[in-house]
């Protein structure tokens, strides 16, 4: 039997653990919340992390390009890449697929065949590894380039309100002093 045939067997199974792993990496209240409800719209974070890995592994079956596998890595990580989590946390569920594929596939692994697929299907996987750092960066340089706009606009503003309380007129060159008594 071929490696495709076995892992789309062995479907469920595979990703009701891959899903599992990956709330593993959580807090145990929050890990409980989120086994509970897969529910789109009273637990998104489970729909979307169950959701995009179950595309994942579509799209890792049916051999597609990068291209195809790229927005489903994209939600998933966008998720992780928001959370607490170092990079290696984030990312860490991506490589955690080879094990419980190996796993899964332990009493086939004798066949030549299959063996030789399964390392093609790692080095897929790791070149998805490779791909969701990628993601990650930018989702993370996204996150800092909001959080610095957000303190430039909060120091903008407090500029404005010392300016207003000082009496200090808008146009530059002004020579009027800001009296520091004002301020509190």
Not at 91 to 111: H, P, S, T, V, Y
């Amino acid at each position: 039997m071929s490696l495709e045939k076995l892992l789309q067997q062995k479907k469920s199974v595979i990703l009701e653990r891959w899903f599992d792993s990956i709330l593993e990496t959580y807090p145990a209240d929050t890990r409980q919340f989120l086994k509970k409800k897969k529910n789109r719209f009273a637990n998104p974070v489970a729909h979307e992390i169950s959701r995009g890995i179950e595309e994942i592994f579509n799209n890792i079956l049916k051999d597609a390009n990068s291209e195809d596998v790229s927005p489903f890595l994209d939600k998933v990580i966008r998720i992780r890449a928001v959370q607490d989590f170092s990079p290696s946390q984030a990312l860490g569920f991506i490589f955690d697929l080879k094990k419980l594929i190996r796993d899964e596939l332990a009493e086939n692994m004798g066949e030549s065949r299959i063996s030789e697929d399964l390392w093609e299907l790692e080095r897929k996987i790791d070149a998805m590894g490779l791909m969701s750092l990628d993601i990650y960066t930018k989702c993370r340089e996204k996150l800092y380039e909001l959080r610095v706009k957000e303190v430039k606009n909060r120091v903008g503003r407090l500029i404005e309100r010392a300016n207003m309380m000082c009496g200090i007129p808008e146009k530059e060159g002004d020579p009027e002093v800001c009296n520091t008594d004002n301020l509190t």
